[in-house]
């Protein structure tokens, strides 16, 4: 496993691979990897000849008063894990590797995909995603990227950014990984004291509860809205960003479930922002 | 020479080129074809396996009250003229294969680079620049990209965006190509009535004369600018929109000329707005 820190040193490993017509597989990260990530490169693996992992906490991504200084980092564990996941590279640039003095330029993918659930309370986060996704996919030139479902909202961002500008790269979403409970891994779960994890577990039954609802039948938002926020209000120390139910490929919101819906939650426990999601898929008509 | 007008069509085309190995060079142009577009082709001929033109009239960089509808089209005599220059291939879509309906996604090269000269009247001019040149650069997936220096604004944005996203390709600016009596070429110079293009030549009369003021060490910014617009001022029908005096790279103001300098204007005839630009290196300080 090579772990490279600059653009022309990756480019030079990159080019060896295309010249031997090699796929290239792409797992973007932020570190701190949680089994989550080891799954998408795991499916990388599957799918590509080379793997190409970035560590990268991207600050265009974060608002002055988000957790950019304190976001999780431990690159030594990090390594220990990509080797034996068997990634091929990893690339760990420092910030300003990739925003260097006079950066100037975004990607911004406008109109409600954007504005819409996170984006309400982080207006610029999505440019942040899309600019350092579209930086990072020209320097490592994937045939094939990974993202995972927990990040619904960046996912149908991210698939609309490769389709708006003719990106040649197939984006694979793999399945939300979730710990026994059923809360879903993320880095910042490590920010719960033992309490507020404990409680936390309810976004994800308040969203499993839901799915249970549709199940038997439930198809108005409004009903399953407002079972997921009693569910939630219920948790301690639980404050609400939003509980939406969104049509899976534009983010609309919608009154009757139909086709691949979105149901998604963001909720602040304590000083923890975590987000969450189901999405199902409703055939036919009442 | 193969003339494409769809995305999958031109990407397989160019997949075969690319299995071959062969270099790409890219010449984007909005057609009506002239001497200028003329030197690019030759260029890239000269420098790459393949040469690919695209002939496209970009909607998102026209502002509502321009002259998208009334740009000078004539598609035939511009596939006899890249016939003749031996283009290899002719990427001719139509608006709804690069701007289909929901269409959201925009690249913008912020700050004063893109906010001065042109960017003052045409304040979403470049926005609409570099997004379709992303669109064409990942279409296309050339190794080299040819532009006018006429087009001096647009080189910088352009080349400050290939920096700021790590597009891996080289950005060649050649040559402002000119009439015999000194006009830049442009096909926007087809509006121009007989009365109005005799006088037009006052444009780069005026940046003529001041790099002969600058060769007799004239450096003060605002004497060779004075010069500039008094020369300018002497047209029947013409209105300055500016001249600016700044450096190449950064298009900032300068005040001393020194190193790069662009020395640019922009000037409308009637109603048909014209461009033109010089560059000097001054070498040494004062």
């Given at each position: 496993m090579q772990v490279i820190a600059t653009i022309p040193e990756l480019r030079a490993a990159i080019k060896q691979s295309q010249t031997a017509h090699e796929t290239i597989g792409f797992v973007p990260t932020m570190g701190y990897l949680h089994e989550g990530h080891l799954s998408l490169i795991r499916r990388a693996r599957q799918e590509n000849d080379m793997v190409v992992v970035s560590i990268f906490v991207n600050p265009t991504q974060f608002a002055p008063h988000e957790d950019l200084a304190t976001y999780p980092r431990d690159h030594e564990r990090d390594l220990a894990l990509l080797?034996?996941?068997?990634?091929?590279?990893v690339f760990l640039p420092a910030v300003e590797e990739l925003y260097p003095s006079g950066y100037t330029t975004y990607v911004q993918v406008e109109g409600s995909i954007s504005?819409?659930?996170?984006?309400?309370?982080r207006p610029t986060f999505f440019r942040g995603v899309a600019t350092i996704v579209t930086k990072l996919f020209h320097i490592v030139t994937p045939q094939r990227a990974y993202f995972g479902q927990k990040d619904a909202q960046q996912a149908a961002v991210i698939k609309k950014m490769i389709r708006d500008l003719n990106f040649d790269i197939d984006i694979v979403i793999c399945p939300t990984v979730r710990e026994k409970d059923g809360l879903a891994m993320s880095s910042r779960n490590t920010y719960l004291t033992p309490t507020q994890r404990a409680q936390a577990v309810g976004i994800s039954q308040a969203l499993f509860e839901a799915r249970a609802l549709i199940e038997n039948g439930e198809h108005r938002a409004s009903h399953i809205r407002q079972s997921i926020e009693t569910r939630i209000a219920a948790i301690d120390d639980a404050v609400i960003d939003y509980v939406s139910i969104v049509d899976a490929t534009t983010l609309a919101d919608v009154e009757t479930l139909s086709g691949e819906t979105l149901i998604a939650a963001a909720v602040k426990v304590g000083k923890t922002r975590l987000i969450d999601n189901i999405q199902v898929q409703i055939s036919g008509s009442i």
């Open positions: 080797h034996t996941a068997s990634a091929d590279i504005a819409t659930l996170c984006g309400v309370s």
